[in-house]
């Protein structure tokens, strides 16, 4: 056959690649969804009431919530089940009939671990309203779903149903998957979680406030320097200073109540001491930055410490 009587070689098929920019609105439509999702309202808040009944607000609340820690929890445990259930899916893959018992074991580890992974999950959750907890349950559903689906897969493993196993164990994936872009949307989109006193930049010079003569003792009050609000108390000729913003959720110190040598936000309950900032009580872990406090011709001054 001649050159010219030879049919044209065929135009090879361009892969189908779905660009990263669509994949990211769809994931952020889904997430903005989520979070307009006022009719799951009602049902958030009865679930808030009950976690709060059998959470507290005492040791069992801030070992949940990580003031033992000085960090939340909830991120720290959540790298156990999803380690546990990638290692029994990578088995399952390229492990072969000789590793079916090794991943049945670990996926029975990710269940048991994900028990206290919910649990701090849901005492981080019950201070939380509107946006955050429309997407937290959102979050918590899908998760609860995911460990549905690895006991399945665990139970089937255990009664020599291996492939039904895998199955169940790659829809949990799947479904664990989804929440955890919403728990990443929460911390990320959402500042669920953060210390909401690091950005605030304290003055670092003497800086005059209010005449000392407008303080009451014991009574918190309100001052801003430089740019941001401090609660500022006096205790006979002891003066001390804080960030007025709590580092849990924000809340406003200077609002709530003195006890203990500590100021409590009105929010949630936290409890800073009042000397160095450092948290008596959750659910807030990190310390409330301080804040150096004195008198000069009946001028309030205040200043960051030289630690902050």
């Known amino acids: ?47 808030q009431g009950l976690v709060h009944d059998a959470v507290g607000r005492g040791a069992l609340r801030d070992a949940l919530t990580g003031r033992w820690l000085g960090h939340a929890v909830h991120p720290v445990l959540t790298d156990l089940p999803i380690g546990f259930w990638t290692s029994a899916f990578t088995l399952d893959l390229i492990g072969g009939r000789r590793s079916r018992p090794a991943a049945q074991l670990l996926v029975g580890l990710g269940v048991l671990s994900a028990l206290p992974t919910a649990a701090s999950g849901a005492a981080d959750w019950s201070d939380t309203a509107g946006k955050e907890r429309r997407v937290g349950l959102v979050h918590a559903a899908l998760n609860t779903a995911a460990i549905g689906f690895f006991t399945a897969s665990w139970l089937a493993r255990r009664g ?59 009574t918190p009050r309100r001052v801003r320097a430089g740019g941001v609000d401090i609660v500022v108390v006096r205790e006979g000729d002891a003066w001390f200073g804080l960030a007025a913003r709590c580092t849990h959720a924000g809340g ?35 310390p409330q930055p301080v804040v150096s406090v004195r008198v000069r011709d009946d001028i309030v001054e205040v200043r960051a410490t030289s630690e902050g």
Not at 13 to 26: F, H, K, S, Y
Not at 190 to 201: A, E, I, N, S, Y
Not at 263 to 276: K, N, V
């Open 1 to 47: 056959m001649s050159t010219e009587e030879r049919p044209p070689s065929p135009i090879p098929a361009e892969p189908v690649v779905v660009p990263v920019d669509a994949i990211t609105q769809l994931l952020e439509s889904f997430a903005r969804r989520v979070e307009d999702l006022r009719a799951a309202d009602g049902v958030a808040k009865q679930i």
């Open 160 to 218: 020599g149903r291996n492939g039904r196993g895998v199955l169940y164990g790659l829809a949990g994936s799947a479904v664990a998957t989804g929440g955890g872009y919403l728990g990443g949307h929460m911390v990320q989109r959402l500042g669920l979680g953060v210390d909401h006193t690091t950005f605030d930049q304290l003055p670092t010079e003497w800086t005059p406030t209010l005449p000392a003569s407008e303080w009451l003792d014991d």
């Open 252 to 286: 406003p110190l200077d609002e709530g109540a003195l006890r203990d040598g500590c100021i409590e936000c009105p929010w949630h309950g936290s409890r800073f001491r009042l000397r160095d900032g450092s948290v008596a009580q959750g659910p807030a872990f990190a």
